[in-house]
């Protein structure tokens, strides 16, 4: 039987992926925070509307290579002989945290365009944050798990694959942000923590199993 095709390098989406969303960033580093009056988020809007509409347009485009890497990974997983949950539990998180990625920087285009309306300015800040704040890094945490675990069974760098779990669980408890923003501070370690370790592992996960009886190390 042919061997399974680990699918194209890792590094490249990863690092489209990692660019995009520091660039985006970036650009709204001065975004209010989501318990600012409604009044200033709408102020901010309107003065800042054009790096407001770039940096959801990068955001936006991040969303896409994480899919990729997703679904390159998962191509990986299983051409190391991985059969169980963890390959397509890390395809599903990287899908769903691209999605709720995509969202968030939709509605983040969609505020940049409104007129006189604070309310609905604030409204669509929190779903902006809630989007591609706590939604994206719960699944954020999914896929660093999902690829993490398998790491760790192959003996594929165990120390960096509990590395990933570590951060897989930030990932899970920054959710709690939706309770208090004082928990707010494990988003950005979770995002970034998460963007150094796909660029890492990019670069670690092998492309195909030894042919002998041992594990890659």
Known sequence: ???????PPLIAPAA?????????????????????PAAEVLGYLHEHAGSVRLSA?????????????????????????????????????????AGFAAISALITWTASRLGDAPDLAAALRDLAFITGGPGFTAFLGLLLAGVAVPMA??????PFALAGLGLALVGELSTL????????????????GGILWLLT????????????????E
């Open 16 to 36: 489209a992926f990692a660019a995009l969303t520091v660039a985006g960033i970036a650009l709204a580093a001065r975004t209010p925070r989501p318990d600012a």
């Open 153 to 158: 069974l192959l003996r594929i760098r165990r």
């Open 177 to 192: 942000a939706v309770l208090t923003l004082d928990l707010a501070v494990l988003l950005p370690v979770a995002r970034f």
């Open 57 to 97: 347009f990068l955001l936006f485009g991040a969303s896409v290579p994480l899919a990729i890497w997703a679904a390159a990974a998962y191509r990986r997983l299983r051409a190391l002989g991985i059969t169980a949950p963890g390959s397509a539990i890390a395809l599903a998180g990287g899908v769903l945290a």
């Open 201 to 216: 592992v990019s670069l670690l996960l092998p492309a195909s199993r030894p042919r002998t009886n041992g594990v890659p």
């Open 1 to 7: 039987m042919a061997r399974p095709q680990s699918g």
